[in-house]
């Protein structure tokens, strides 16, 4: 496993998220989709990607850079989710607004479904898996993708799972905000959901799975890998 992106989002000032330079690892925040005037910055009081408006009836996906040589991989971010029933949660396989899988939390008390995992292709959406339980500030979530399964952590124990493998471009990683009505491109995972300014993101890492290697022989005339 390598640690492809890592970012702690520490700035001296407010930036927008596209100007800032993931660090300790990474080179780049891109935004895939925001019909919105309000953006994601990096707040320098909190050190966490937020929104700088609530904004209803929209939602916004930023990918991270550099994308991964490998589909199988695990995205961790630790949330705030301020008792609100709208999500914010990472991306996977992204390569269009129209194709990626999503790991969707709120923390409202309303929802019944505060951890889901869905799958968006050719613009429709697909409920793959749901759990009904409490989401708090300050929560470590864990998307780990893999061809035979993608499941969804909460501090550290699996809440979701589904062998879906529809989408198996390695795409892109990162976060979204809330979920866009505007056709054509509307992505709602749940109704109402929008764009909140008490969900937040902090400590956004991507690890790749390691590419297989070959197998290592021994002779007597040498040694080699197939």
Known sequence: ?????????????????TAHTPSPTGTSWVVEFNDSASVANVVAATDKATPSGTVGSTGWVYTGRPNPTNAEYDVEVTIDV????????????FTAISDFYALRCSGGTTQTKDIAIYKRVASTNTELATFDGTVVDADAIKFEVRDATKKGYQNATERVSTTDNALTSAGSYGLF???DTTAPNAWV??????????CTGDNFKVTEVDAPGGTTWVSWWGAGTW
């Not at 496993?1 to 927008?16: L, P, R, S």
């Not at 301020?82 to 396989?93: C, E, H, L, S, W």
């Not at 995972?189 to 008490?198: A, H, P, R």
Request: aromatic content about 10%; glycine content about 14%; charged content about 20%.
């Open 82 to 93: 301020n008792a609100i029933d709208d999500p914010i949660g990472p991306v996977a396989r």
């Open 177 to 179: 905000w809330g979920g």
């Open 1 to 17: 496993m390598a640690v492809i992106f890592e970012d702690t989002f520490t700035e001296g000032t407010d930036v927008a998220l």
């Open 189 to 198: 995972f749940q109704t109402g959901d929008d764009v909140q300014t008490g």
